[in-house]
């Protein structure tokens, strides 16, 4: 890589210490080496180091905020071999799996930006509605530094999604990584300073602090403009707790449980193909994950025989040496919870049809992919996010029902409907509560259309990433009432005088009264004297 590598001291597995984040393979348990964690002052003087250098920053012009951005996609482009390895080594995916869920949005995130950014937050014109003799407009001014809190799921992907929205929008960055990948996110970060520097800025608009939940909540509560955290339901509920100290304005993009619908006239085989994306993709550790199944009864057993088929045929491993089809687990805090949940539903009547276990033990953190088949609404899987390589097939006799059990968990953050009629399927999509919903598509799609917004509802999360909305988030939203002709006369309210009342009274009535003689009768209050 371009960066220079920064000081470590080599450490043998991914224990938790004070003062140091000892960093391992998922896939092959190589330790990597280790980082340092930042204390809350660390974070602190990271923060103003940020506030100065986005003073110039935000004075700059979209062209020059452009032509940084385009430096960033040519390193991306350039990279790209080493970033996936770097990707892979953090977190134990597969090869083809970070160049398409990492370096590709990452790439379509840059070119959007640099396309249609200006055109979101130049100044927009407003009606000035009753104000004649004066114009109105919005204007989109940075917020000053942008904090993100981001997990572990996609180690490139997260970081630079939220630098491109905030580098255009004119501000700075500071952003806290996921302790378990700290690694390669130290070499991304010092990659992207190098951009900066080349380009002839500040390097601090673009900075991390490393470390666990403390550096994090230190982050949250420090002088930034703006929070983005993506993460749990649990860290997010105590980010907001910590932004209250100082009113900091935040956007949650939490986790998901969501539903992928199929319809009884469904394509068999373009369904079962995005629902085995839905899943596998990242080992299924996807916020936009297809964490349950809802299958008509009509084509049940048709999907599930066929998405059996599949799924035992996927090949699982490093990708360091073979071609596979699906990697490892990136924590191994995260197997547990797969391993817990899928027992529980097993235990509470789930059909275990392939996988259901820890493979390649020796190896690293691999669970099989795996199918549970005759889920319910009531099992606990079918409620908390598993966040894992598990297929949940569950029966619905009727749309009705599929629309129910959809919106019957606590989060609502993609969506996908499956039929050949699309009257049908828009039916049914325009009922989900969800942030997201993707027709005849696995759900995830929609974060490659980068005009769209990407977020929640629900425990989701609120607030937007992504698109107009994604930018203007970072931003300060400013209404602006400026003179249309310099007329300069006074606009008097004091001293009240005796029949302002009255004639006030005849303008509202004159404006908004329902019908002529209301109106007529205001125009008169109007026009009198007292
Ligand atoms: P997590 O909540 O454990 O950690 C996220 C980040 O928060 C990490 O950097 C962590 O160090 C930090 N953190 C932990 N405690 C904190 C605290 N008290 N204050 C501030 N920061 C704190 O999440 P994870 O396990 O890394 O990621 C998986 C979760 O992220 C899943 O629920 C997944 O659905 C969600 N996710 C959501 C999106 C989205 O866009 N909606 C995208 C990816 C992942």
């Known amino acids: 890589m371009k960066a ?20 391992v393979d998922p896939a092959t348990r190589a330790p990597l080496g280790s980082v340092r ?24 012009s979209f062209a020059e905020r452009r032509r940084v951005l385009e430096a960033l996609l040519a390193y991306t482009v350039d990279h790209k071999e080493e970033i996936c390895a770097e990707v892979q080594r953090g977190s134990g995916k597969t090869r083809e799996n970070a160049l398409l869920g990492e370096i590709w949005p990452a790439c379509e995130k ?34 000053g530094v942008v904090a993100a809190i981001i997990p572990w799921n996609y ?51 673009i900075q991390a602090v490393q470390g666990f939940g403390e550096t994090g909540a230190a982050l949250a509560r420090s002088a930034v403009d703006m929070i983005l955290f993506i993460g749990s339901v649990g860290n997010g509920r105590r980010v907001v707790q910590a932004s209250a100290e100082r009113i900091t304005p935040v956007v949650m993009e939490l986790g998901g449980k969501d ?13 079962v193909h995005a629902a085995m994306s839905g899943c596998f993709i990242n080992c299924g550790q996807n916020c936009v994950a297809s964490e349950r199944i809802l299958v008509h009864e009509g084509i049940y057993e048709r999907f599930t025989d066929r998405a059996l088929e599949l799924t035992r045929a996927l090949r699982q491993g490093s990708s360091r040496d073979d071609l596979v089809d699906v990697g490892a687990i990136a ?36 669970f099989a992919p795996t199918i549970l088949a005759e889920v319910t609404p009531e099992m606990d899987i079918s409620r908390e996010e598993v966040f894992g390589p598990v297929m949940l097939l569950m029966r619905v006799k009727d749309d009705d029902q599929a629309v129910r059990v959809a919106n019957g968990v606590s989060y609502g953050l993609s969506s996908s409907v499956f039929s050949r009629d699309r009257g049908r399927a828009r039916a049914i999509a325009s009922r989900l509560e969800a942030g997201m919903t993707a027709i005849n598509e696995f759900g995830g799609v929609t ?11 629900k425990a989701s999360g609120y607030g937007r990433m992504n698109g107009r909305e994604g930018l203007r988030s970072m931003c300060n939203i400013k209404a602006v009432v400026d003179d249309r002709l310099p007329l300069g006369f006074p606009n008097r309210i004091f001293p009240v005088a005796e029949g302002d009342f009255g004639r006030f ?23 009198q004297r007292k």
């Open 447 to 457: 974060y490659m259309v980068q005009g769209l917004t990407f977020g929640g509802v």
């Open 110 to 143: 840059l070119r959007w930006t640099i396309g249609s950014g200006e055109k979101h937050l130049k100044p927009e014109k407003i009606s000035s509605g009753l104000l004649v003799h004066k114009k109105a407009r919005l204007e989109y001014h940075p917020l």
């Open 155 to 205: 180690p490139f992907q997260n970081l630079i999604n939220p630098i491109i929205p905030a580098l255009m929008a004119g501000n700075a960055i500071v952003l806290k990584p996921s302790e378990w990948v700290a690694w390669s996110s130290e070499r991304f970060i010092l990659a992207m300073r190098e951009v900066l520097k080349d380009a002839g800025h500040d390097p601090d608009l």
């Open 259 to 271: 539903a992928f619908i199929v319809c009884d006239d469904a394509e068999l085989e373009q369904a």
């Open 4 to 23: 220079s590598q920064p000081t470590v001291k080599a450490g043998p597995a991914s224990a938790k210490s004070p003062d140091q984040i000892h960093c």
């Open 331 to 366: 924590t191994p805090l995260q197997l547990e919870v797969i391993e817990k949940l899928v027992a529980s539903a097993v235990k509470q009547g789930a059909r275990l049809l392939c996988g259901g276990k820890r493979v390649h033990p020796e190896q690293g953190n691999y």
């Open 505 to 527: 009274s005849g303008v509202i009535e004159l404006l908004y009264g329902k019908g002529l003689a209301q109106k007529w009768r205001g125009l008169t209050r109007l026009l």
């Open 37 to 60: 964690v930042d204390s809350p002052a660390d974070v602190d003087a990271a923060v103003a180091r940020a506030k100065v250098a986005q003073k110039t920053w935000g004075k700059t």
